[in-house]
């Protein structure tokens, strides 16, 4: 079964793409068939996988406005075994306006995703720092969510309103998402301002990951040299912790599809 995780944060600058190209390099070094999706206008992650992205012709925003582009025709393979991206464009950017006239278009992505689903195992979808139509339409296409957050107060105001569109979707379009947890990004605990937030975080929600990143110059340095941590430096620390991560990633999926499944079988037996 191929699992949908969207990377949604309406405050820009925590980390969105970082961490979509980290976990998709685990999960490739892992042997997992893996999809990256780019639905941000920066097009930074697709700039990053793909060598000559500047010559593509047709990208994510030619999927979701055009009904005669199917999804396969914009899938292209990395140079990591089994990783894949469907690229972005800056015309994403004006997405909202181009289909304001359609009744329903938060549910053209989903639509053009079921085909090839089968395809992979997972499929990570990076939103744009916006709670427009983009990354709408990635909730809906979403068994899970992974909210990042830097330790400063912007950062918990972007939070607020990224739960608040994930319950409307939750409610109204996708009854099928769950918030998967608050991921901690770029900590520094040397600051007592970030260690306050860490400790106000970790005590008012259940559901952050154990796993934290901290604020390390080797993650920009692999984005230049265009390499996952991992395939940059496979021994290091900072590898290793994306690896934790994934490997509770995939832990927190199983227990929640287990769940889900129990309370399907209760509602049965009732």
Known sequence: MCIVISIANQKGGVGK???????????????????????????????????NFHKIEKS???????????????IFKTKFP????????????????????????QFLLKDKLESIKEDFEFIIIDCPPSLGLATTSGLICSNYVIIPLNMDEYSFMGNSKIYQLVQKVKKRMNPEIDILGYLINKLDTRRNLEKAYFKYLNNEYDNVFRTFIKVSVKYPESILVKKPINYFLSNSEQAEI?????????????????????????????
């Open 82 to 105: 089994l990783l894949s991206i469907i690229p972005s464009s800056s015309l994403m950017s004006g997405i909202d306006k181009r289909l304001s006239a359609e009744w329903d278009p």
């Open 60 to 74: 994510a925003f030619d999927l979701i406005v055009n009904d005669n582009v199917n999804v396969e025709e914009i």
């Open 17 to 51: 793409t970082t961490i979509t190209f980290n976990i998709g390099g685990i999960l490739s070094e892992q042997r997992k068939n893996v999809l990256l999706i780019d639905l941000d206008a920066q097009c930074n992650l697709s700039n990053t996988l793909l060598e």
């Open 242 to 270: 994306f690896r934790n991560l994934v490997l509770e990633i995939i832990e927190r999926c199983q227990k929640k599809d287990l769940s889900k499944k129990s309370e399907i079988t209760t509602k049965q037996c009732l």
